[in-house]
């Protein structure tokens, strides 16, 4: 197979400005952000990086595997969700407690198994609303899960 056939994955180099250009599809539009943001193995080296990979990693295990790994991990996951929103420019004070509903609901039906793709999604939209609302680089959390 010839270099030109192989199609190079365009990736956040880590200190420039996050600017991804906005997609009618929102799951097509994650993924834009999953590509850009998100390494191909462990945690994202800016935190705009990481709460896409948060909610990703979220959602993957609701819709794919049923929440059949559910553990603490993601729930540690789900609470540093909520710490990146407050990073940078902040989701205001009524956003915030939105998003603290629904991580509340992600993690009772994660420990139920319920399956709920309408929560997910919100996840994922909340993750690239901040992210777009942070373009300049802000450095990870440190992580207190393993995922």
């Not at 943001?37 to 295990?61: D, F, N, W």
């Not at 009524?94 to 629904?102: G, H, M, N, Q, V």
């Not at 992210?131 to 207190?144: C, G, S």
Request: with cysteine.
């Amino acid at each position: 197979m010839a270099e030109d056939d192989v199609k190079k994955k365009l990736a956040h180099d880590g200190v420039s400005p996050i600017n991804i250009p906005d997609e009618e599809d929102e799951d097509k539009e994650f993924q834009m952000f999953w590509e850009y943001l998100v390494p191909s193995y462990g945690k994202a080296q800016t935190a705009q990086g990481e709460i896409i990979r948060i909610a990703g990693r979220v959602q993957h295990e609701f819709l794919d595997n049923g929440c059949i790994n559910w553990d603490e991990d993601f729930q540690k996951m789900l609470d540093a969700f909520l710490k990146y929103l407050s990073l940078g420019n902040a989701f205001n004070t009524e956003d915030l407690k939105t998003a603290e509903i629904l991580v509340g609901l992600l993690k009772e039906n994660g420990e139920k198994g319920f399956i709920d793709d309408r929560l997910t999604a919100v996840l994922c939209s909340c993750a690239m609303v901040w992210v777009r609302q942070n373009p300049e680089v802000i450095a990870p959390l440190e992580a207190e899960y393993n995922r």
